[in-house]
């Protein structure tokens, strides 16, 4: 990650000393944070916007707001272990895992018919007590590609007193301002809503870096696909609004659900650093190993709930990129456990001090 922080000289001598990986991921969080100008984007004022959309909906996620906790295990195939020295990817390696299937939003009670994304969130937990954490969705390129375009974006989608729907005219000067987001529009104009969680593939979207036992860096961004067939949302399914759940769960009383690890490998000319351009189909590209999910559990109590699926949370052999929506996603995913965890604790955002803010979110 190369962003270059806004930091003095004499930090960034003491810093010198520890692992270049580790100064870069800082530097690159607390820029995005806004440790480094009060003028900088911050993780608050971007959660704040998410709670200005749809209201404050205490203790729970501020986006994809609405899931289930599931469980089960990876299982490597070995063939991604020339490409990362990570230990997920060594031969018949079987991992746990915990993860969260959820629907795009910071409304805990809209409709699944309603978004037309899915999103799918793991945690690996290897050996040595090393996690590899990752938040895929259901969909080929993201919106923008920047923080400071996806905050505008969310301004843009705040809903007016007079009508409760977004002003459209401050949503065409948008997207007047950010040509980025056609990919995305194309993509979504045509795009058919699922059936199911099981039947559709998830990617990472964002680029990584994986690092095999010579040190050669390769860039890459990986997927899920699914051994269940595609299938569009159905008539009856319109009729309820938490559909997914229960066909999941009928799903999972006839058998597991799989979905293989596609690795895609970056060719030089791949943008890395820009999550709304796709790589071309024909890159090389690695099957890793069968993701098995096994059990379902509700949100609020399950296994998934207290987990921060931060993406930079990466085992040996795996790294960020340079794209900037890594580290801003990193910084606002920890706001927002912050404050979803003080409510369920019994404190509210308001009782919590700025300074304490900015001391729990330290890396």
């Not at 003095?8 to 010198?16: A, E, S, T, Y």
């Amino acid at each position: 990650m190369t962003q270059k922080p806004s930091q003095p000289p004499d930090l960034i001598f003491r810093l010198g000393a520890i692992a270049t990986i580790l100064v870069t991921l800082t530097a690159a969080f607390a820029y995005v944070s806004g440790w480094a100008s009060p003028q900088r984007l911050t993780p608050d004022r971007v959660v704040s916007a998410f709670e200005a959309i749809s209201g404050v909906h205490q203790g729970v996620r501020r986006n994809h707001a609405k899931g289930v906790c599931v469980s089960g295990e990876f299982i490597s195939n070995g063939n991604a272990a020339t490409l990362s020295r990570a230990s997920v990817f060594e031969e018949g390696r079987q991992v746990p895992i915990i993860g969260r299937l959820a629907v795009p939003g910071p409304n805990p009670e809209v409709a699944d018919a309603k978004p037309p994304v899915r999103s799918f969130a793991l945690r690996f937990s290897l050996p040595g007590g090393e996690e590899w954490r990752t938040a895929m969705n259901a969909m080929p390129v993201f919106s923008v590609s920047t923080p400071e375009a996806f905050y505008a974006q969310l301004e843009a989608s705040m809903p007016t007193p007079e009508t409760g729907r977004p002003d459209p005219q401050k949503m065409a000067a948008f997207l007047a301002e950010h040509p980025e987001t056609q990919a995305f529009r194309d993509w979504a104009k045509t795009a058919e809503r699922s059936s199911s969680y099981a039947n559709i593939a998830y990617n990472s979207l964002n680029a990584f870096r994986f690092i095999d036992d010579q040190e050669n860096t390769r860039f890459v961004r990986w997927g899920l696909v699914p051994e269940a067939p595609f299938e569009p949302i159905r008539d009856d399914q319109l009729q309820n609004p938490d559909f997914l759940d229960s066909e999941l769960q009928e799903r999972l009383e006839e058998g597991t659900l799989r979905w293989q690890l596609i690795v895609t490998i970056a060719d030089s000319s791949d943008p890395i650093d820009d999550a709304t351009k796709q790589w071309p189909d024909s890159r090389e590209k690695v099957n890793a190993g069968t993701l098995i999910i096994t059990h379902m559990e509700s949100q609020s109590d399950g296994d998934c709930r207290d987990i921060n699926y931060d993406p930079l949370i990466l085992p040996e052999g795996i790294g960020g990129s340079d794209d900037p929506l890594l580290s801003a996603r990193s910084a606002v995913y920890a706001e927002s456990f912050n404050r979803r965890t003080r409510e369920q604790a019994g404190y509210s955002h308001d009782k919590i001090s700025k300074s304490d803010d900015e001391q729990e979110m330290e890396p």
